[in-house]
Structure formats: structure tokens, C-alpha cells
């Protein structure tokens, strides 16, 4: 018996208008009516191999095949991926969780420790002003932001990347010691190395401890 000619390019009725994406698949059509969606038709001399979804086969005559034609299925969409859930500093950082973020790669300091000086220092306001003339989101003085290379305070991304970048010089000027750095940020570094520690200053001493407990409670582990 002669081989069965393949039909081209047929689509079925109702697949027309199937949105999103579609793939090949093929209509075997049986001589006795059956007919059998496979992914792949070979012919093999005068035997027709059937490629299975799933990877499997089978090898049917040619002459069981009445006609087997092409055929398109939409693709199974894939599925969704869940939002990972934010960090208790992101949610609280808002708007500006990207920016912290960013300056903390870029300067090797803690997300978490950027924020809560944000919030300790401004409570995230970009326009304010201290009675002393801190400026800016995390309240650098005018010759810290020319220091570290911030050309305007008010910018919320050069004050976030200048505050950052001056947490991490005094990391590395009081060997990693977070307390110290806090207190050089609030009091400057000179006072802290005057004192051989935190300064007994009553405002930096309640804003260290404040920033230490604020950067603890996001962590979710209460500060000593």
C-alpha cells in the first residue's frame, strides 16, 4: 500500500484565536478513525516511528496511518514566580530601600545599619535641615558632604551614597568597630579619638545606642 501523503500548514478550528504563544505538535489519524496527537512523525520505509509526549515511541505500519497533519497547541504558560517578601529594613526604607541598597554594595556597609541612621537621622525627610546645618536624608554637615564628594545635600543618591561612603572610611579608621563609627558619624571621628571611644556626650551616646537598637529591631533580635 502506498504511503500517506502529509498534509501542510493545517490548523484546527479550535485553535483559532488562542492567545499567547503555540508550539508544533502532530494529528495522527488512524485508519479506523482513532486519532492521536504525537509530537513527531518519521517514516521508516514502510513503518511510521510516533514520538510520544514524555520522551517515549512507537513504531506503528504506515498503512494503520490514514493521514497525520500539523497542528498547533498553546504553550503552557509557565508558572508564576512569587515576589520574594521584603526585609523588614526594605519596608521600612520605602522609596529609598533601592538607593541604600546600591550604596551599601558599592561601599561594603550594612543595609540594615544605613537605614536606621536614615531613620534616626531625618526620619527619611531628603529636605532636612539640623539646627547645626546638617543637610539631606542621612543630615551631613556641608564639609562631610565636600569630603566625600557630594556637590549637593539635597540630592537624596548623593546623599545616600556620601553617607554611606563616610560610615565605611570610619569602619575602616576604628577597625570595624559599628559603636565608634556611629559616634565619629554624630560627633565626628576626631572627637572620638580625643576620647579613646564614644565621646560622653549625652546626644551621641542616645544616638548610637539609638541607631544600635533601631538596626537590632529589623534584624528582628532585641538589642542587649
Given at each position: 500500500?502506498?504511503?500517506?501523503?502529509?498534509?501542510?500548514?493545517?490548523?484546527l478550528?479550535?485553535?483559532?484565536?488562542?492567545?499567547?504563544?503555540?508550539?508544533?505538535?502532530?494529528?495522527?489519524?488512524?485508519?479506523?478513525?482513532r486519532?492521536?496527537?504525537?509530537?513527531?512523525?518519521?517514516?521508516?520505509?514502510?513503518?511510521?516511528?510516533?514520538?510520544?509526549?514524555?520522551?517515549?515511541?512507537?513504531?506503528?505500519?504506515?498503512?494503520?496511518?490514514?493521514?497525520?497533519?500539523?497542528?498547533?497547541?498553546?504553550?503552557?504558560?509557565?508558572?508564576?514566580?512569587?515576589?520574594?517578601?521584603?526585609?523588614?529594613?526594605?519596608?521600612?526604607?520605602?522609596?529609598?530601600?533601592d538607593?541604600?541598597?546600591?550604596?551599601?554594595?558599592?561601599?561594603?556597609v550594612?543595609?540594615?545599619?544605613?537605614?536606621?541612621?536614615?531613620?534616626?537621622?531625618?526620619?527619611?525627610?531628603?529636605?532636612?535641615?539640623?539646627?547645626?546645618?546638617?543637610?539631606?536624608?542621612?543630615?551631613?554637615?556641608?564639609?562631610?558632604?565636600?569630603?566625600?564628594?557630594?556637590?549637593?545635600?539635597?540630592?537624596?543618591?548623593?546623599?545616600?551614597?556620601g553617607?554611606?561612603?563616610y560610615?565605611?572610611?570610619?569602619?575602616?579608621?576604628?577597625?570595624?568597630?559599628?559603636?565608634?563609627?556611629?559616634?565619629?558619624?554624630?560627633?565626628?571621628?576626631?572627637?572620638?579619638?580625643?576620647?579613646?571611644?564614644?565621646?560622653?556626650?549625652?546626644?551621641?551616646?542616645?544616638?548610637?545606642?539609638?541607631?544600635?537598637?533601631?538596626?537590632?529591631r529589623?534584624?528582628?533580635?532585641?538589642?542587649p
Amino acid at each position: 500500500m502506498a504511503a500517506p501523503l502529509r498534509s501542510i500548514s493545517l490548523v484546527l478550528v479550535g485553535l483559532i484565536g488562542c492567545l499567547g504563544p503555540v508550539r508544533a505538535a502532530e494529528a495522527v489519524q488512524f485508519e479506523d478513525g482513532r486519532v492521536l496527537e504525537v509530537e513527531r512523525v518519521e517514516a521508516r520505509g514502510e513503518t511510521l516511528v510516533l514520538s510520544l509526549p514524555g520522551g517515549s515511541a512507537m513504531e506503528v505500519p504506515a498503512w494503520r496511518v490514514a493521514s497525520w497533519r500539523t497542528v498547533a497547541r498553546p504553550e503552557q504558560p509557565p508558572e508564576p514566580v512569587e515576589a520574594l517578601p521584603r526585609a523588614a529594613w526594605q519596608e521600612l526604607a520605602g522609596d529609598y530601600a533601592d538607593l541604600i541598597e546600591r550604596a551599601s554594595e558599592t561601599h561594603r556597609v550594612d543595609p540594615v545599619l544605613l537605614t536606621a541612621m536614615a531613620r534616626t537621622e531625618s526620619s527619611f525627610d531628603p529636605r532636612a535641615v539640623s539646627p547645626k546645618g546638617a543637610q539631606g536624608l542621612m543630615q551631613l554637615m556641608p564639609q562631610t558632604a565636600s569630603r566625600f564628594g557630594v556637590t549637593d545635600a539635597f540630592d537624596v543618591e548623593q546623599n545616600v551614597e556620601g553617607g554611606a561612603r563616610y560610615l565605611s572610611w570610619l569602619l575602616e579608621r576604628f577597625s570595624g568597630r559599628t559603636d565608634l563609627a556611629l559616634a565619629g558619624y554624630n560627633a565626628g571621628e576626631a572627637a572620638v579619638e580625643r576620647h579613646a571611644g564614644i565621646p560622653p556626650y549625652p546626644e551621641t551616646e542616645a544616638y548610637v545606642r539609638k541607631v544600635l537598637d533601631q538596626a537590632e529591631r529589623l534584624r528582628g533580635q532585641p538589642s542587649p
